[in-house]
């Protein structure tokens, strides 16, 4: 018969050599993969004691930036949720009232928004969809924790803190925000259109 794969193996019902039987040859194989491996550099880090150095174009934990007032700068346009490929973000829109100019620069604002970090694959599409300026994916890591509903972020864990804001110019660039006004990539039509 023919077989269907060239990496097939022909089962051998060949008697065992009474070294064989000893499993000697395949202790000291083994011995001598581990000894090999024993005197090459280590590809492990301990973590978290020391880290990488991230690639410039790492992607992960986003921050939700402020204006230089200090004013959230997400209007819950929804635009990144329509555009994140894992349905990870979900948000709750609320009109501004008199007073809080200084708390949210836009008359809408996210009165709740949430990524679960469990869905979020960090593509970085939500950035880019974003019209404000107003969602990055830094250089953080996102926390180990042993409970799911600890991997769902809200504000209290996604806005920019007040008085050590993250530093995303190495993503808030001209260059980024010119990408963003070609209409022919998909989540950039929702973007010019919410410039109309
Ligand atoms: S990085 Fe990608 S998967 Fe994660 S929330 Fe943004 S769009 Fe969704
Ligand atoms: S696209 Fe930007 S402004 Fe719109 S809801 Fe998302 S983070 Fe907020």
């Given at each position: 018969?023919?077989?269907?794969?060239?990496?097939?193996?022909?089962?051998?019902?060949?008697?065992?050599?009474?070294?064989?039987?000893?499993?000697?040859?395949?202790?000291?194989?083994?011995?001598?993969?581990?000894?090999?491996?024993?005197?090459?550099?280590?590809?492990?880090?301990?973590?978290?004691?020391?880290?990488?150095?991230?690639?410039?174009?790492?992607?992960?934990?986003?921050?939700?930036?402020?204006?230089?007032?200090?004013?959230?700068?997400?209007?819950?346009?929804?635009?990144?949720?329509?555009?994140?490929?894992?349905?990870?973000?979900?948000?709750?829109?609320?009109?501004?009232?008199?007073?809080?100019?200084?708390?949210?620069?836009?008359?809408?604002?996210?009165?709740?928004?949430?990524?679960?970090m469990l869905r979020c694959?960090?593509?970085?599409?939500?950035?880019?969809?974003?019209?404000?300026?107003?969602?990055?994916?830094?250089?953080?890591?996102?926390?180990?924790?042993?409970?799911?509903?600890?991997?769902?972020?809200?504000?209290?864990?996604?806005?920019?803190?007040?008085?050590?804001?993250?530093?995303?110019?190495?993503?808030?660039?001209?260059?980024?925000?010119?990408?963003?006004?070609?209409?022919?990539?998909?989540?950039?039509?929702?973007?010019?259109?919410?410039?109309?």
């Amino acid at each position: 018969m023919q077989t269907l794969t060239t990496r097939s193996k022909v089962a051998s019902n060949k008697k065992m050599t009474l070294v064989e039987k000893l499993y000697l040859p395949a202790i000291i194989g083994g011995m001598r993969i581990t000894l090999n491996h024993f005197f090459k550099k280590k590809v492990t880090i301990s973590y978290p004691e020391k880290t990488r150095e991230f690639a410039p174009v790492f992607r992960g934990q986003h921050v939700l930036k402020r204006d230089e007032n200090g004013a959230e700068r997400c209007t819950a346009c929804g635009l990144c949720a329509v555009a994140c490929p894992a349905e990870a973000i979900t948000m709750t829109a609320a009109e501004r009232k008199p007073g809080e100019e200084a708390l949210y620069r836009e008359e809408k604002y996210a009165s709740v928004y949430e990524i679960n970090m469990l869905r979020c694959i960090f593509c970085g599409l939500c950035e880019e969809a974003c019209p404000k300026e107003a969602i990055f994916l830094t250089d953080r890591m996102v926390d180990t924790d042993y409970v799911r509903k600890n991997f769902i972020y809200g504000k209290d864990k996604l806005v920019d803190p007040i008085d050590k804001p993250i530093d995303v110019s190495k993503r808030e660039t001209t260059e980024t925000k010119e990408f963003k006004t070609h209409p022919e990539f998909a989540h950039n039509k929702l973007y010019t259109k919410s410039l109309k």
